[in-house]
């Protein structure tokens, strides 16, 4: 497990782009954290490491969306308007999840039954007492369990 302190949403970006960079296929990013708290804007950071320059949006009421401009396709997810974890399966999750890009995955503890035993959990919490835009990081692996509590 690594933890990161970011103090805005340049360096909560910048984090991302690393992550990018060292990304490999077939990995699976489960991004968890309340709303606004910066996960949009990790992996828009996370797309740049990839080489991808379009720009990276929330694929809120799409649920999907495909980046493939980079080294690696990207696939983000957003399920946070998920009624039904089936509903993930209709868009193919289960191909992408095993696809020859990268998943991330916003709102991964909605769906954390149907993702893959080896996730990197991305945990983003604001830091409120060291400011508005103070951001902890916590990135841990969990082969097995799936998503770490």
Not at 32 to 60: C, H, M, R
Not at 62 to 81: A, C, K, M, N
Request: charged share 25%; with cysteine.
């Amino acid at each position: 497990m690594a933890v990161y302190e970011t103090n805005s949403a340049e360096e909560t970006f910048a984090l991302g782009k690393q992550f990018g960079q060292a990304a490999a296929a077939g990995e699976v990013y489960a991004l968890i954290g309340d709303l606004g708290v910066g996960k949009t804007v990790f992996t828009q950071g996370f797309a740049a490491g990839l080489g991808i320059t379009e720009p990276v949006n929330s694929p809120t009421f799409t649920i999907l969306q495909i980046y493939e401009g980079g080294r690696l396709p990207l696939y983000h997810f957003d399920v946070y308007r998920i009624e039904d974890p089936e509903e993930m399966f209709e868009v193919g999750f289960d191909e992408y999840l095993y696809g020859q890009g990268v998943c991330l995955v916003e709102w991964a503890d909605l769906v954390a039954e149907d993702l893959p035993p080896k996730v990197q959990t991305v945990r983003i919490e604001k830091e409120l007492k060291k400011g508005m835009d103070v951001r902890r990081i916590t990135v841990s692996e969990a082969q097995g369990t799936g998503i770490q509590e």
